[in-house]
């Protein structure tokens, strides 16, 4: 009894430690593998270019904005918000290390942010190409 | 003006003025509804008033982190639980942005919100915007506060809480903690 009582605590501490992610669940590398593996299957694909998101990523879209008017035309350096003035951390993995790690993170504010800055969702080649540009910027 | 006819005005005035006081200011038309209604939501600020305490003791962590990434995660007591359940059901256009969650972060932030919303708001209004709360405007009036504030650029929206509210994040709003920049 004492040992089966043992036994599922034990359990019941590993399900409770799987529960609460550590902070950089996945490499900024992995996730660019999963958005490749998304990109990989639509119509047109090209390998992912860091020329290409650079020029995406301060290339004014829909809605009269870029990444750069928030995340600046250095995403190694701190941001502000184009609108409301809150500071932004580095968008670089370089200069944080933080950033592309949480894959929940990532979807999420691309979602809003493509929303805000094209008016709508960004296709897997856009997101893979722009990561690719984030990943060659220099601290 | 006649004597006579000055008596009349006064008199005109005075009933006029009694009946301004014992109207309830939320009595605007007669249906039933309104008067059944009338007394209870015609309390502090017409029935619009933020709750007491504005921020339980015991906070969420989702809600801390999420709501905090744009703006300072204002206090549920702020707006009434009509007010967040709109909110939360309307995040993909958030007053001009998207601030879109996933279902499952959605439905804890909003019962938090819910659970927590004001508890002295008897009107059946929900604003969206906090700066619309009768309370709030009384609050901010031009009485209380010189026009000019809003102007500074420290200020820069009703939205920046924290500009003056120093402990704004903590939900805490109290006078000893204003300070007025400038």
Known sequence: MFHLFRASGLVLVTVAGLAIQPAFAETPGEIQASIRQ???????FQEFSAARGEVFFRTKHANDWSCA????????????????????????PSANAERFTSPKKVAKWFKRNCNDVLDRICTPQEKGDVLAYLLTVKK | MSIKDQKLFRMLAVALLAMSVTMPAAQADDDDRDEKYGEKYSGKYGGENRGKPL????????????????????????????????????????????ASLDAGDNKEITAFLVNNASNRWSAPTAPLRISEAAWFKREHSEREINPAVWKNPQVKSPANCAACHTQAERGDFSERNIRIPG
């Open chain 1, 38 to 44: 998304e990109a990989a299957g639509t119509p047109g």
């Open chain 1, 69 to 92: 008017s928030c995340h600046t035309d250095s995403p190694a350096v701190p941001g502000k918000h184009a609108k409301t003035g809150k500071a932004i951390d580095p968008l670089a």
């Open chain 2, 55 to 98: 921020q339980p003791a015991q906070t969420n962590a989702r809600f801390q982190q999420e709501c905090s990434s744009c703006h300072i995660a204002y206090a549920p007591g702020l707006l009434p639980a009509e007010s967040w359940r709109k909110m939360m059901a309307g995040l993909d256009k958030h007053f001009g942005s998207d």
